[in-house]
């Protein structure tokens, strides 16, 4: 979990040029972290090319906070 | 209809030979070749190995990194010049009406590396479609007005012009004359271009346009000379802050000119070459000063389109020599080619920042690597070959013809009561 955690953190905060600190679970992309909806869909390529897995559309849409990431990637990877 | 006046009122340049106005200005004064082989990519299975790059440009000191990641160089640049240009107006962009100020570029062909970088890596990847959602607004043109919009909140008038190398002058022309009709009080207009990448030095190897002196880059670019052989490729940005008179004098602007008038033709010749006896590109000029009401043997300085073509450099020397007559011989003649490369798009506008300088300065900037004048141009002709001249410069031609047939010439003329 806190590996998965510290990529993500570093993705995030580097594609959104924030604080890889303020980069927690309970944090909205959209409302806390600056991101639209373009970002987010650059971070999911982000997050497939880190972890070597393919999100469905679905699973994609149901992503608001840091934390919904984290878990579809988890989820993902126990898929796999 | 009593138009009204148009002034430019702030610059800005980011180019081969200067990253500013005063660096570019100091440049081409020096006669300094921005040529140097080429970093943008591995050129060495290419005909041509060199272009003229912008140098030393670190773009992370003034845009910040989440916006680059949606930009393309040309936006990048464009983007960098407004921010200079903007600066030297002076304008208080806390107390300005935004709604009044319009953003107009040209570029020839916006964000061209960057789908190029994407089509490779789709390929590469077997051609398994993961594109980046940022991809298509790096490649559309339009984008570079509209960073520039997002960035200041200027919402009048936006979009670009496309006419190949003769973009800028389009986008500074209608600038003035939206302005002139009163649709907006500034423009933030000129011109961007970033496409020295494998697909463009290819494609106009392919049509025999660059220059191949890869031994001796830097006298590669050498309009008029009898040993040109095509032209340099270059990149960069320059912007002109555009304004109305009334609104400039209001707010107590520096003026650095006035634009006065605009000629717009089209070859009907051929899809590349220039027509050979010059007679569109003639037009023009005459179309351009009939609108400014100038008479021929007002004008002091044109600053040509001059790539260092064979069939360019003279099909524009045969207009002239058409336009001008006797009076031809008595004008200060240079290419800001010969230096900077060709901007493609972005031409037009940075050679608008060289004559408003010289309007300024009251001196024109050398043509390099003139050694030997083309026997077929008149031999009288004043082209600045030995230097820099200093002479009073009141009203300036400034030429511009794009692959397609499109030719363009800007009036501009000292600012005066």
């Not at chain 2, 051609?127 to 043109?141: A, D, M």
């Not at chain 2, 009251?362 to 009288?380: A, F, G, M």
Request: proline content about 4%; charged content about 20%.
């Amino acid at each position: 979990m806190s590996e998965i955690l510290e990529k993500v953190q570093t993705i995030i905060a580097d594609r959104l040029s924030v604080n890889p600190a303020d980069v927690t679970p309970e944090k909205s992309f959209s409302d806390d972290l600056g991101a639209d909806s373009l970002d987010t869909a650059e971070m999911v390529l982000d997050f497939e090319n880190a972890f070597g897995i393919k999100m469905p559309q679905e699973e994609m849409e149901n992503i608001a906070t840091v934390g919904d990431a984290i878990n579809a990637i988890e989820k993902l990877l126990a898929e796999k | 209809m009593e138009f009204q006046r148009i002034v430019i009122t702030g610059m800005g340049a980011i180019t081969p030979v200067g990253n500013n106005v005063a660096d570019f200005w100091n440049g081409l004064l020096n006669g300094v070749s921005g040529a140097a082989p080429i970093t943008h990519f591995d050129p060495e299975k290419f005909l041509t190995r060199f272009a003229c790059e912008v140098k030393n440009f670190v773009v992370e000191d003034y845009i910040p990194k989440k916006t680059l990641a949606r930009m393309d160089l040309c936006a990048q640049f464009a983007m960098v010049s407004t921010m200079e240009a903007l600066e030297d107006s002076g304008l208080d962009l806390e107390k300005v009406n935004k709604e009044r100020i319009g953003v107009i570029f040209g570029s020839g062909i916006g964000g061209f590396t960057s789908m190029m970088d994407s089509a490779i890596s789709f390929i590469d990847n077997n051609r398994t479609p993961r594109f980046s959602p940022y991809l298509l607004i790096k490649v559309l043109g339009d984008v570079i007005s509209g960073h520039i919009s997002l960035k200041y909140g200027f919402s009048g008038p936006n979009y670009i012009t496309s006419s190949a190398c003769a973009s800028a002058a389009n986008a500074i022309g209608d600038a003035m004359h939206l302005l002139q009709l009163g649709k907006a009080d500034i423009i933030v207009t000129g011109g961007t271009e970033a496409s020295i990448n494998e697909t463009a030095i290819g494609g106009f190897n392919a049509m025999y346009a660059l220059s191949t002196r890869n031994e001796d880059y830097t006298h590669a670019s050498r309009p008029f000379d009898s040993e040109r052989d095509g032209f340099v490729m270059g990149e960069g940005a320059a912007t002109l802050i555009l304004e109305t008179l009334d609104h400039a004098k209001a707010r107590g602007a520096k003026i650095y000119g006035e634009l006065c008038g605009v000629g717009m033709t089209a070859d009907t010749f051929h899809i590349t070459a220039p027509a050979p006896d010059g007679k569109s590109a003639s037009a023009s000029m005459r179309l351009a000063m009939q609108d400014a009401g100038v008479q021929p043997e007002e004008v002091d300085y044109i600053n040509m389109h001059g790539t260092s073509t064979q069939q360019g450099d003279l099909a524009e020397c045969i207009a002239i020599q058409n336009t001008f007559g006797d009076h031809a011989e008595k004008l200060l003649l240079n290419s800001t080619k010969s230096m900077t490369g060709h901007l493609l798009g972005a031409g037009p506008a940075i050679e608008s920042v060289a004559i408003l300088k010289s309007i300024q300065d009251n001196i024109v900037h050398p043509t390099i690597n003139l050694n030997h004048l083309d026997e077929r141009i008149p031999q009288n002709w004043n082209f600045c070959a030995n230097g820099p001249v200093r002479r009073t410069i009141n009203t300036v031609l400034s030429n511009s013809f794009g692959f397609g047939g499109h030719n363009v010439t800007l009036l501009y003329k000292r600012y005066t009561e």
